[in-house]
DNA sequence: CTACATGCAAAGGATTTGCATATCT
DNA sequence: AGATATGCAAATCCTTTGCATGTAG
């Protein structure tokens, strides 16, 4: 079980085949936007990786962030993650099958792995008859406060 | 296991009460947008909601709507629904726990009850050990596609 | 060289806010 | 009567778009 997905920074050259993998050029904006992405904890905004991203590109424009935001989801590099407070669309570099938590106090969206759970989940609905619906990805989405511990 | 809330529709009287018993006065827009929203299927947006409720009650403005859902919101009569499609805030009139199933085909949001699963999922994280977070409620989100049957 | 990405500014859509008026309790 | 909700319009926020210019492949 782990809170948070891996944050091996990645190397100019492994963010460079990341993007030439997915079929999209490697733009300095680009590298620097994915950059950020990886290292922002949580579900960072569109307006918060533009803040992030400033810092080493200075004139990088928040229409580009949108922009690239939007070819990394088209490919798949990226997600649109769900969030039900908070007017702006929230995305997550972490691609693979993973739940959230939820704190209601500080509205934070944290990544929870857990392959207990996920086994759980897989082992449950291979019995549960599901007429009408065919089942194959589970994302479960846990309320709750943090707490000191 | 069922797929939808049950839609028993409500008397006026009822819809008067349930607001009077979340502290809220009951108008006559009021009563009609809970109705409406009681009765849209899926999880409407402020402005579906507001198509609706035009037709019984004609010059009544979208302020309104987002106004009196919010106050249901902070009340608890309604929730805020996750949703990473889409731009607009989507909201749902039924506040028991329940799960969404996610059709990617015809992007479908379905509320899913299962008792079962909601046991299941209070017993997995009563024995399973998260430091640093207290949970109170669970939500899976479980995408596939909808098949004959 | 050529297709595609960027920056900027303007447009668009969704939501919130302010305030005078109307309504519930 | 007094507190609170409504309607309308303006303001604000978030996101998208258009287009001239720059740059990766």
């Given at each position: ?6 944050h ?84 997550d ?41 065919q ?15």
């Amino acid at each position: 079980m782990t809170f948070h997905s891996d944050h091996t920074p990645p190397t100019p050259g492994q963010l460079r085949d990341r993007l030439a993998k997915a079929g999209l050029r490697a733009t300095r904006q680009r590298l620097t936007i994915l950059e950020c992405l990886l290292q922002l904890p949580g579900h960072p905004t569109a307006e918060q990786v533009h803040r992030q991203v400033v810092a080493q590109v200075p004139n990088l424009s928040l229409g580009t962030v949108y922009k690239a935001l939007d070819s990394f989801v088209e490919v798949g590099l990226t997600r649109r993650v769900a969030s039900a407070e908070g007017s702006s669309r929230r995305y997550d570099a972490d691609c693979s099958a993973h739940h959230h938590l939820i704190c209601t106090d500080t509205q934070e969206i944290m990544d929870f792995h857990d392959s207990q759970l996920d086994t759980l989940l897989q082992e449950f609905f291979a019995q549960r008859n599901m007429p009408g619906f065919q089942a194959h990805t589970f994302s479960l989405h846990i309320t709750g406060e943090k707490v000191a511990g």
